[in-house]
């Protein structure tokens, strides 16, 4: 009884965009046509068991795509990856140097400038990292010899305090000027 049961389940014959024929035990869609299993002879007679599930296609993963092929026009896009996942898509060797070939006389031009384009576009990137390498190294040794004024004027302000009681006005004066120069230049850029 469990034998008919499982006799009696539907299969579906599709067909997949690219018109390959596929089956199924459920429904796959608006284009599932389903058929009637025969039983013991009874049915209809197109009844076909599904293929069996071995695979012609490769299962590794295809090559990445080479870095300029972002900038080939579409048309020369599609053949690199046409060709490039070939092996994967299970072409045959004819087909593979039939899409190769095709890809190299109608897209050599255009691959020569996409890999220029992808060239100057990363020495431009290395160009933009070294000049900002450079403005920190500027902008750090700048902070170094600002650091090493602030401690000179620290170091001459602390030696005139200690002398204060034998300064005349004038050199008071000094002083505090030089006291009002270092709290602008050194504390205020703490």
Same mark, same amino acid.
């Given at each position: 009884?469990?034998?008919?049961?499982?006799?009696?389940?539907?299969?579906?014959?599709?067909?997949?965009?690219?018109?390959?024929?596929?089956?199924?035990?459920?429904?796959?869609?608006? !284009? *599932? #046509? @389903?058929? +009637? $299993?025969?039983?013991?002879?009874?049915? =209809?007679?197109?009844?076909?068991?599904?293929?069996?599930?071995?695979?012609?296609?490769?299962? !590794? *993963? #295809? @090559?990445? +795509? $080479?870095?300029?092929?972002?900038?080939? =026009?579409?048309?020369?896009?599609?053949?690199?990856?046409?060709?490039?996942?070939?092996?994967?898509?299970?072409?045959?060797?004819?087909?593979?140097?039939?899409?190769?070939?095709?890809?190299?006389?109608?897209?050599?031009?255009?691959?020569?400038?996409?890999?220029?384009?992808?060239?100057?576009?990363?020495?431009?990137?290395?160009?933009?990292?070294?000049?900002?390498?450079?403005?920190?190294?500027?902008?750090?040794?700048?902070?170094?010899?600002?650091?090493?004024?602030?401690?000179?004027?620290?170091?001459?302000?602390?030696?005139?305090?200690?002398?204060?009681?034998?300064?005349?006005?004038?050199?008071?004066?000094?002083?505090?000027?030089?006291?009002?120069?270092?709290?602008?230049?050194?504390?205020?850029?703490?």
């Amino acid at each position: 009884m469990l034998a008919a049961a499982g006799a009696q389940a539907a299969t579906y014959r599709c067909t997949a965009p690219d018109g390959s024929v596929q089956y199924a035990d459920r429904p796959c869609g608006q !284009t *599932a #046509a @389903p058929i +009637a $299993p025969t039983v013991g002879g009874v049915g =209809p007679s197109r009844y076909q068991p599904p293929p069996p599930r071995t695979s012609s296609l490769n299962t !590794t *993963a #295809a @090559p990445r +795509a $080479p870095e300029y092929a972002v900038h080939l =026009p579409p048309d020369c896009a599609q053949l690199e990856e046409a060709s490039r996942t070939a092996y994967q898509r299970g072409l045959r060797g004819d087909t593979l140097r039939s899409v190769q070939n095709d890809f190299e006389t109608k897209c050599e031009v255009q691959r020569r400038r996409a890999q220029e384009r992808v060239s100057e576009e990363r020495n431009e990137r290395e160009r933009q990292y070294r000049d900002r390498r450079q403005e920190e190294r500027k902008a750090e040794d700048e902070r170094g010899k600002t650091a090493q004024q602030c401690d000179q004027m620290r170091s001459v302000i602390a030696d005139r305090r200690a002398a204060v009681a034998t300064m005349d006005a004038r050199q008071k004066e000094l002083l505090h000027t030089l006291q009002d120069q270092y709290n602008r230049s050194c504390l205020d850029r703490r």
